[in-house]
């Protein structure tokens, strides 16, 4: 199984301060994407890093990917309140009959 | 332009019965995939749809099963409810599949 597995499962820090959620995966990939879940609802596309890029941003966010370490991170810079969210990442393998596979995702709360 | 609907939102169903969620994605998207969200497990992969076809499976019995029409709307169905089938079941667009998925809100199933 090629599963991303998000670290740590919850981090609580506080307004302000930098994020940084990791992603780890087993088998050759295309891409990684991140998504985030507000409480009991849908996710919400962030940013997908292709197999060949090492760094990508969009606003506050900064995902880099390590394809040797198979392994990904996600950095929100100057957290907000509204960043209190889950966060997953979602691997899609370089096999074509792999399914796209999510973590387990990791819980972010920003304390006010 | 309108996002992906499920409906209904909400459902409660007894241990044996049927249920039938629904998934409209979001005009010409021609893919449509299923995911079962427990606090356990994250999100599991049920099926995804393209072009009425179901393009891939996950590792859930055959009590679960889905379809997609013409018009690319998708339902999913649960026989034989199980207590342990009480989830969000998240449904997800995409132009060809794969990558950048808009999700749905969820149908929180809750079977007593």
């Known amino acids: 199984s090629q599963q991303g597995e998000e670290d740590p499962q919850a981090l609580s820090i506080q307004e302000g301060e930098n994020a940084t959620m990791n992603c780890s995966y087993k088998?050759?990939?295309?891409?990684l994407q991140w998504y985030r879940q507000n409480s009991g609802r849908g996710l919400v596309h962030l940013i997908l890093?292709?197999?060949?890029?090492r760094e990508k941003h969009s606003g506050r966010l900064r995902v880099t990917l390590d394809t040797s370490k198979k392994s990904s991170s996600l950095l929100i810079t100057a957290s907000r309140a509204a960043d209190t969210a889950s966060y997953f990442c979602a691997t899609d393998s370089s096999n074509r009959d792999d399914k796209i596979i999510f973590g387990k995702g990791t819980r972010l709360h920003i304390l006010p | 332009k309108a996002g992906v609907t499920q409906t209904p939102r909400y459902l409660i169903k007894t241990r044996g019965q049927q249920v039938t969620l629904s998934c409209s994605p979001i005009?010409?998207?021609?893919?449509v995939s299923w995911y079962q969200q427990t606090p356990g497990q994250g999100l599991q992969f049920l099926f995804e749809?393209?072009?009425?076809?179901?393009?891939n499976k996950g590792n859930f019995p055959g009590r679960f099963s889905g379809r997609q029409f013409s018009n690319s709307r998708s339902e999913m169905n649960v026989s034989t409810l199980e207590l342990g089938d009480s989830a969000l079941y998240l449904c997800a667009s995409s132009p060809l599949g794969r990558n950048g998925y808009t999700f749905g809100s969820g149908t929180r199933l809750t079977v007593v």
């Open positions: 005009s010409g998207h021609r893919s």
């Open positions: 749809y393209f072009s009425e076809t179901q393009r």
């Open positions: 088998t050759s990939i295309n891409n």
């Open positions: 890093i292709r197999s060949n890029e």
